[in-house]
Structures are given as structure tokens and as C-alpha cells.
């Protein structure tokens, strides 16, 4: 069926959205809604056919419309949503879902009950990168994973309403989450802020998961480089994957290291090992645009899109323990 949209949110992120989906044959967008008098202009000249309006009630009322795509600040995200899914919408909402574990819950039991799709822009498990990282680990081709280390830091747009965790850490928890897909244990997270809102703009994310895996996030407003890299550090393979880099975003190394322990087991012999590097090829599409189709398909067919609701839950559960961990002196939340 070809659906109509309603999109909220023609900012910086939402003019992405608008594109993709205005490019599939599969939806119509029907209304933008747009409180910003610029961007709304900006969007009547791009999309001649677009209905823009700034009331959201017009969406919502709008018996025609199936689903609602939101791209709004993220302290805005919950009352959106949950007025989209009581309208008896299905509902794509950007990351993180929302500002809030009790929040998530709600939306989630929400769209349950009204059998309404929730979906979350996790944009980054639709690259091509993170498509050939979980291959590469269901194929057992890095072995057992022991470690994740993400650097994401630029000198970024400092967010009124949440902290750079809420801010860019969705990005390395939804990737962590889906190639790992083990059982996490803690989350201890420490961050500053040098501004008068308290908002902290820089701050360190741990997670434990099962089998003595760790994984360690890096976030940062205020780097005078932009840096996007995450190192996966398995048994048998290294992966270094650099977003920044156009083409050659995954280099695979065949490094790693055995030990043994001696009789006094203070003491452990380790034998390095330095081998090729591989550079495999990856799809290049846009990631928004296979999002935006997997939205439509599953919206259709009913079915579970990768991005899903029970996974953003999980990315915001993870935030919200790591704001209490912040707020409490970097203590160790336990997730047991
Ligand atoms: N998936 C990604 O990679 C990615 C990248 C950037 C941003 N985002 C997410 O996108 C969302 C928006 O971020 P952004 O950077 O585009 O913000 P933005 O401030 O540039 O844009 C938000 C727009 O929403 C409009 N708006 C706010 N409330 C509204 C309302 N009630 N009705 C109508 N219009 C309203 C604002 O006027 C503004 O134009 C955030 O949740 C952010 O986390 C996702």
C-alpha cells in the first residue's frame, strides 16, 4: 500500500528525512510541519507539492495520513509520539526515542496496545559499514568479540536539552547493541560541563556486557577534529572502522595476541601476532534511504524493522542509567 506521511520537523536533520522518503514511490508526503518560519519557507520552495504547515493538529487529524515521521528535538519526541500512536498512527521517530527510560516504556506499551508500528532512526545500522560488521561477526570471522572502543567527538552543536550522550551516543549503543547482541551487565559513565546549564558537553560511557566484554564510548561537542572511529577487537580479527574515511571505512587486521600462563601465574607469556590488513567492499547507498524503506515494509507487511522499538529501548535504558551514573559519582549501574 502506498502510504501518506506527515513529517514534524524540517531542521537540519528533518530535511534529510523529507528527501529520502520523497524519493521512494512507495509514500506520498502529504504535510511537513514546521513551527520555524525559515525553514518552512525554505521547504514550500524545495516541494512545491508538500503541504507545510505549523499546526501539528492538521496531521493528526488527518483521517488520510498512516504515519507520522518525527524529527524534532529530542525533549519533544515523547508528547509527539504518543499523540501520533493515540491518533492511531504508526509512528518513525528520530534517535534516541526519547529523553527517558519511563518515557520509552510508555510509547513502547503504547504502540503495543494500538498495534501501531514504533520505530526509531538508528541510521547508522543501515550503513553499509556496520552491515559488513555484523556479517563479519555472525560469520565468526573476528571470532569471540572482547572489546568495542568508539571515539565520536567534533566540535558539535551544544544541544539545549540533553547531554552529548543523548546527543551522539546513540549512535555507538545501537551499533554495540546490534553486532554484540549479548547481555549487558553495567554502565558507568563520568562527564563535565563548561557551560551555565550544567548540560555536560563532554563525557565518557562504559558498558559490561556477558563473557567479559567491554565497551567504552568517547563523546565530545568541544574537539577541534572530528573523529568517527570504532575499533572491535575479537579473538581472531581486529576491525577498525573510520566513518570519516569516503570509501575504506572498514580495515580488518589480522593482529592479535595468545598468552599462556607460566607456573607462578603472576607471570603470562603473550605472543603477538601481525598479519594483513583487508579492506573490504561495502554498499555505499545512503542508510536513510534503505531506513525509510524498511519503515514503509514494515509498516505493509507488519513485520520487524532492524531499527526496532525493543532495541531503542534498550539505547535509552542504557542513557538513562548513564545520566544517574553522572549524576551519582560515576557509580557502576548495575543492569544484573
Ligand atoms: N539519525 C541521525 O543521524 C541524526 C542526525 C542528526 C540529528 N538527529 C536527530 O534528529 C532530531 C532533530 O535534530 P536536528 O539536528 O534536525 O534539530 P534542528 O533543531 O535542526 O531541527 C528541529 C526542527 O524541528 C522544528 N520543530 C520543533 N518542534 C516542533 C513542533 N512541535 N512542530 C513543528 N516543528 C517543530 C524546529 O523548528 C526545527 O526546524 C533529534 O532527535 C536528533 O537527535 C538524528
Known sequence: M????????????????????????????????EKDFSNAQLCKKLYKKINVVSNYSTLLEDESIDAIVIATPVDTHFTLSKKALNYNKHVLVEKPLTSS????????SLAENKNKLLMVDHTFLYTGAVIKIKELVEKNKIGEIQYLDSTRINLGLFQHDVNVLWDLAPHDISICNYILDKKLISVQAVGVSHTDNKIE???????KYENNIIAHFNCSWVSPVKIRQMLIGGTKKMVVYNDMEPTEKIKIYDSGYSHKSKEDISEILVDYRTGDINVPKININEALTLMAEDFINCVNNKSLPV?????????????????RSINSNSKEISFN
Open 101 to 108: 527510560y519511563k518515557e520509552a516504556l510508555e510509547l513502547v
Open 2 to 33: 502506498r502510504l501518506n506521511l506527515g513529517i514534524v520537523g524540517f531542521g537540519y536533520w528533518g530535511k534529510n528525512l523529507v528527501r529520502n522518503f520523497n524519493n521512494l514511490d512507495s509514500c506520498d508526503i502529504k504535510y511537513v510541519c
Open 307 to 323: 531499527s526496532n522499538a525493543l532495541l531503542a529501548l534498550e539505547v535509552v535504558a542504557i542513557l538513562d542509567a548513564a545520566e
Open 201 to 207: 558537553n563532554i563525557a565518557y560511557l562504559t558498558l
